[in-house]
């Protein structure tokens, strides 16, 4: 596809324990498997958008030790460019994920290193943040990009309360149906400034809203679901790449759902990404 992308995120291992159902609370329940993934909301994005085709650069801090050897090792495996990954001395952040029979997952994040992500000094055609890392962070690389005349897009995940200069800087915001309704909804997100607010809502697809636009369906295609960790994130980033190559919001949000029904149907995050020639497939 081409263009560049520059991500700025969290990096994680995941720690992922699969069960037949999810414990209430104060319940234990015996699990069937464990695994540990690479993961990370921006890692999952920049592995996303580089197998896209995208010249990907990941922006990010990792520790000083194996889970932050092996994700940087992942980061290069699929060509993302690492130069401006910091080493710090906290360890590598850390997800505790529990996955049911049905694929539907629970997920509690550690950031560790990640709160010491720093600011992109160099900001690609595209870019992709998200809201596991500081927000000063986050303000600072979407600043950047709209200095350098870049597209920003923001997965506010997970949602945080984002003022309207801000989001008056964001070109394209992927929010799910809950992040939507904890960030205001639609119309406060397009009264702030921000370009296109792509809804998604799981395995029905998702919804484009823009100012003087009717509402855009984009249907998802059905798919066997083993594990819905990362789909998301395999939406945003492959919209973040179809952005960067030339697409228009439509056609990038179709590639980003084919993407992340995909990313569904294989267990772990970065193992369930789908390739540039995967998604194509899907779409002819």
Do not use: W
């Not at 920003?152 to 992040?179: K, R």
């Amino acid at each position: 596809m081409g263009g560049g992308v520059t991500v700025v995120g969290s990096a994680n291992l995941d720690l992922v324990a699969t069960t037949s159902r999810r414990p209430g609370p104060g319940e234990t329940v015996m699990g069937s498997g464990f695994a540990e993934h690479p993961g990370g909301k921006g890692l999952n994005q920049a592995v996303a958008a580089a197998r896209q085709g995208a010249q990907t650069s990941f922006v990010g801090a990792l520790g000083d030790d194996a889970a932050g050897t092996r994700l940087r090792e992942v980061l290069a495996n699929d060509g993302v460019d690492t130069l401006q990954v910091r080493g710090v001395g906290s360890p590598t952040g850390r997800a505790l994920i529990i996955v049911d029979d049905g694929g539907e997952n629970s997920i509690v994040v550690i950031p560790g290193a990640n709160e010491h992500c720093p600011s992109p000094d160099t900001v690609a055609d595209v870019l992709l943040v998200q809201l596991e890392v500081p927000l000063a962070t986050v303000r600072s690389a979407i600043t950047t990009a709209r200095r350098a005349g870049s597209t920003v897009v923001l997965n506010p995940a997970p949602a945080a309360n984002l003022d309207d200069d801000l989001l008056a800087m964001v070109d394209v915001i992927t929010p799910n149906e809950h992040e939507v309704d904890l960030l205001g909804g639609v119309d406060r997100l397009l009264t702030a400034g921000v370009g296109a607010v792509v809804v998604t809502v799981g395995a029905d697809g998702a919804l484009i809203h823009r100012r003087d636009h009717s509402p855009v369906v984009v249907a998802a295609p059905t798919v066997t679901v083993v594990d819905t960790t990362g789909a998301g994130d395999t939406l945003s980033g492959t919209v973040a790449a179809a952005l960067a190559a030339g697409s228009d919001i439509v056609h990038a949000v179709t590639r980003g759902v084919v993407a992340g029904s995909l990313a569904t149907t294989v267990a772990g995050a970065v193992p369930s990404l789908p390739t540039a020639a995967l998604v194509d497939a899907y779409m002819q």
